[in-house]
T-cell receptor, first 111, second 114 residues
Framework: GEDVEQSLFLSVREGDSSVINCTYT??????LYWYKQEPGAGLQLLTY?????DMKQDQRLTVLLNKKDKHLSLRIADTQTGDSAIYFC???????????FGAGTRLAVHP | ETGVTQTPRHLVMGMTNKKSLKCEQH?????MYWYKQSAKKPLELMFV???????ENNSVPSRFSPECPNSSHLFLHLHTLQPEDSALYLC?????????????FGPGTRLTVL
């Protein structure tokens, strides 16, 4: 079946950039999303990109999409301790019956 | 099968109807969530219950009313909905508490409002 893969863990120093990567297999994906989960909380939308875009920038966040390789990345500039969370990549296609989650990448930010 | 069930799987209702969505989890979890997935918008968190207490309400209109009578059951009561409320409503559960906890999703209820 269709799949979304992410590395499970990333550790960065405060002030550095973080890059979280995701690969997906569903060629019919129309939207690709990044969600953030903080301890004890639900999934909150961070940003998303349409499949016909290459890049989207939103303040400290930059999303890059390589549709040919089915590779998505999320870059967080000037990473802060408040960015420590689990980041989920989601692929969504067509109507609302194909929503595929990655396993999540836990980002740990240390001083 | 994730251990989270939702009923009904499909629901068609008029704008003046009152209906309820039901979610049940058999995983011994203490946190339950409602999400909305529309055709043209990203997955949106609606409500969070931790140990039967509502801990998050993401500015959801009052025509959606959640109820969590115990840790295993979660309801979403619907009344006077609008056609733009048509969507897939997903329930999820997790261990709960203040740590990172994997969420397990139900299959969703596909709601159509006429």
């Amino acid at each position: 079946g269709e799949d979304v893969e992410q590395s499970l863990f990333l550790s960065v120093r405060e002030g550095d950039s973080s890059v979280i990567n995701c690969t997906y297999t569903d060629s019919s994906s129309t939207y690709l999303y990044w969600y953030k989960q903080e301890p004890g909380a639900g999934l909150q939308l961070l940003t998303y990109i349409f499949s016909n875009m290459d890049m989207k920038q939103d303040q400290r966040l930059t999303v890059l999409l390589n549709k040919k390789d089915k590779h998505l990345s999320l870059r967080i500039a000037d990473t802060q301790t408040g960015d420590s969370a689990i980041y989920f990549c989601l692929s969504f296609s067509g109507g609302y019956n194909k929503l595929i989650f990655g396993a999540g990448t836990r980002l740990a930010v240390h001083p | 099968e994730t251990g989270v069930t939702q009923t009904p799987r499909h629901l068609v209702m008029g704008m003046t109807n009152k209906k309820s969505l039901k979610c049940e989890q058999h995983l011994g979890h203490n946190a339950m969530y409602w999400y909305k997935q529309s055709a043209k918008k990203p997955l949106e968190l609606m409500f969070v219950y931790n140990f039967k207490e509502q801990t998050e309400n993401n500015s959801v209109p009052s025509r959606f009313s959640p109820e969590c009578p115990n840790s295993s059951h979660l309801f979403l009561h619907l009344h006077t909905l609008q056609p733009e409320d048509s969507a897939l409503y997903l329930c999820a559960s997790s261990q709960g508490g203040g740590d990172y906890n994997e969420q397990f999703f139900g299959p969703g209820t596909r709601l159509t409002v006429l």
